[in-house]
Structures are given as C-alpha cells and as structure tokens.
C-alpha cells in the first residue's frame, strides 16, 4: 500500500536571519556571479521581445525559450500559499511567499505568516457558525498577508487533524461543511477537497519533509526521524535505512519524491497517543464513561477538582492519596503512576518503529512545549536532551506539589515512557528540540503547500 509523494524540493534551505529572508538564485549556487552581465543580458532580451513584438512573432511557442532566459537572468514569479491546521487544542494559519522560479518551476520559500487561535475547531462541535467564525478570523490574517492579485492564484485549503478525526462523523462534517462554505466565498483558490480531515500519514510525511527540508537535509544519506506530539495522535516518520529487513514496517512505506532524489520513508499516526487523549486514559482508568469527578494517581493529592475539559466533557480531576504522600510532604507515587501510563501507551504502540533509534531524533510540539515549561530545555539556548533527562524530570516534578502545573508530573511521565518504553529509544539518546528553524514554524502545513504546488497542473504550469 504504498503511495507515492511528490515534493519537489531539494535542499532549497531558506538562508538565516529573521523577517525577509533571501536565497541565492535557486540555490544551485550560481547566485552573484552574474550579476554584473545582468543589466546588459536584460536590456538584450527587452529588445529581443520588442522586436519579435513588431514582427509579430510572439506566440506560445516562443515564450517558454524566453521565459528560460529570464529566469537564467534571476526572473521568478510570486506564488502563495495558505494553509489552515485544524489542530485538536487550537488553529493555525499558514501562509507562505515562494518565488517560483520560471526555469525549473522550483519554488523558493521567503517568507512566512503564523498565526493561532485557540480554542480548536473541534470544542465548536455543536456550533459550526462559530466553528467557521474563528476560521474566518485567521483567514483574514492569510489576506491581510497576500496581495489582493494574488489571491485567486493562491491555494487556500484547510485540514483538519486528531481533533475532528475523534468526533463523531456527523459533528466533524458540519463543521467542514461550514468552513466549506466560507471558503467557497473567500476569492481564493479552492479546491473540491480542500476542506477534510487529513490523513495521519499526509501529517507524518509532510512533517518530516519540513524539519528535513529546513534542516538542509533532504538531499544527504541520513535524514533525521520527526517525532510530533499532537493532543489526539502522535506520528513517527523516518526513513529507515534498510526498510526490507523489517517486514512489519511494509504496509506503512511511502515513496517521497524531492528534486533531487526518491527517499523511502515509514510513518505512522498512533491514534489515542496524543498527550491529551493519553492523560484521558489515565485519568479515567476504572471509572465509567459517565464518570466526570475522577481521581488519579499521576496527580499529586494537594490538586482538588480541578477543572479538565476534554473532548468536549468537563472533568474535575483530582489527586490521588497514596502511602508515599503525607500532609507535610504531598508526592506523587512515580512508579504506581508510571506502571498505570506503561498499561496504557504499551497496547498502542502498533507497530513498533524498532529501528528508530539508529537516526537522529527532531522532536516538535509537546515535546518541545513540556520541555521549555518544565525548564528540562532552556527557551533560548532551545535544544537538546535526552530520553532519560525527560524521565529524571518527570520523576523530579512528580515530588513536587505544583499546583499551577498539575498535569506536568503526567505529561512528562507520558513522554518518557514514550520515546523509552514505546518507541525503544535508549536513555542515553539525544532528542532534538525544535520549534522553528531559521525562523519558519515546523508545521506539517509547510510540506503540504509543496505538495499542493507541485503536485497540481493548475500551480504547475501557469
Ligand atoms: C524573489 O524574486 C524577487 C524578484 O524576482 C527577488 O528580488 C527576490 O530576491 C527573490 N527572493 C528569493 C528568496 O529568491
Ligand atoms: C470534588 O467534588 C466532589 C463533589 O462535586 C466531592 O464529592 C469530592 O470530595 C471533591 N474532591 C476533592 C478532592 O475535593
């Protein structure tokens, strides 16, 4: 079952340094060198053009060969693009600025809009006009940031991830279907399946191609495996390096196709192993589905009734007494929690990515979000940890009675237990923290724009 995707992107890396940001040519790395013969070659071409003009030789067949001129002399045209990620805790609009280049047709990502709105689609289950109204506010965002002319040109489509896949068919379809009919007013380019609910392989690929692309590294022997931690699902996604040796990872390999090379790569979306649907199973172990006063052991006894709300359910969750806490000195017992979280996560990890551990790891989302909020990782420095770090924190904040963090001791156990017991990553394993590289957002949306672009006739060929 094998699907092929088509991102034609090599190593096109957006260079360093905040806001406008520019590239080298198409990065083949003949930028510069021509420019002084620049001026000239264009006032030659203009003439060239002027003459065909009066001699009426302009047509169809002559305007490829000039287009390949004018692109040799650095011409390229803006092409847009806006992504909205229907995410379960929040939305987000992404809207980048390629140069498409007339030449090679490679795009050139410059620059970039992020914004988020809170809460996400999915907590306006039964009110999809105010489902659509929030969408409709990042959309404005998208056109404030792309110029009225380019606004029919410019794909628009919005994907909605774990948080809609949860809900119930019905529920999730009329809030598409609103957002379907805001997009259809919005003078943008739109698509029959522009408005859906994205599959957890689209989300792992395109994920992995945007850490890889902005890491400079799609086009060298050892990509970097992305693990992104969502709050409905989690996905891996590596390229394995002898992916016949292990037949279990069959069914989930896709072929990635960049400019300059096919890249093999496995991923998987684990439904249920998303943060907050885990901290879900847990906390609610042993009580009936109809039960919103739950008690848990992966919350330290000083946290009482606190509110909770989780697919749409309001949950007053509390802490569990053990024979580890006193009054004096109220902890969390770590191993009974850290058994309770093993029970739950170990029956989802299907399949397991045995071979992970032999790549380097960029980790996104919650996991850089629990790491910069527990202090495991400096927000400055950003950066690097390990499996056991994550462990020794979980362990350490789960002794502490923190009241503004209570769910932290959970979190943080979940993600351990994880990457260790889950994934089979080794303690001693270095995961890389990322939240944006050289200022861009690692976000799925930005592999599913190149996707998009180069996939479609309409983009392609204009
Ligand atoms: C995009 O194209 C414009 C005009 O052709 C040029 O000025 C700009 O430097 C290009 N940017 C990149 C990143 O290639
Ligand atoms: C939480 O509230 C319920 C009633 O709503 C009460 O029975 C229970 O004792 C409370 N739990 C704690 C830990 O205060």
Known sequence: MRYEYKLLASDDKPSQGGGNRRTNGNGNGRGGVTSGLKLSFLCLIISVVLLLFVFGFVSDNASPYLARLASKLGY?????????????????????????????????????????????????????????HSIKLLLDEARAFIPKE???????????????????????????????????????????????????????????????????????????AALD?????????????DPEQVPVYDKYMHEVVTSSKKINVFTHSYLGLGLMAARHAVFTKGYSAEDTVV???????????????????????????????????????????????????????????????QHAVAAFSYYFERAIESGLVDPTAGGETTVEAYRKKAQEICAIPND?????????????????????????????????????????????????LTSDEKFNNS
């Open 76 to 132: 390229s045209k803006v092409q847009y693009a806006a992504i909205i990620d229907a995410g379960s805790t929040g939305s987000r609009v992404l809207a980048y600025k390629f140069n498409r280049s007339f030449i090679d047709n490679k795009l050139v990502l410059y620059e970039e809009l992020f914004r988020e709105r809170k809460p996400g689609l999915s907590s306006f289950a039964d009110n999809p006009a105010d489902g659509a």
């Open 150 to 224: 380019h606004w029919s040109s410019t794909p628009l489509v919005l994907k909605a991830t774990a948080g809609l896949r949860l809900l119930p068919q019905s529920k999730a379809e009329n809030l598409l279907n609103a957002v379907r009919d805001l997009f259809a007013k919005s003078e943008f380019s739109v698509d029959i399946d522009a408005v859906e609910i994205m599959d957890g392989t689209d989300e792992g690929i395109f994920s992995w191609f945007t850490v890889n692309f902005l890491l400079g590294r799609l086009s060298k022997t050892n990509q970097a």
């Open 229 to 241: 931690l969502g709050g409905g699902s989690t996905q891996v996604t590596f390229s394995p390096t």
């Open 295 to 357: 008690e848990s052991v992966c919350v330290n006894p000083i946290i009482a009734n606190r509110t909770w709300t989780y697919g749409n359910v309001k949950y007053q969750v509390s802490g569990k007494e053990n024979a580890k806490s006193s009054a004096e000195q109220p902890v969390v017992d770590f191993d009974s929690c850290l058994e309770l979280v093993k029970s739950k996560v170990m029956p989802l990890v299907k399949p397991k990515p045995f071979t992970l551990k």
């Open 404 to 452: 503004e963090q209570p769910f932290m001791c959970f979190d943080l156990t979940f993600i351990s237990v994880l990457l260790r017991e889950g994934f089979g990553l080794n303690d001693n394993k270095k995961i890389k923290l990322y939240k944006k590289i050289d200022g861009h957002e690692i976000s799925w949306a930005l592999g599913c724009a190149y996707n998009v």
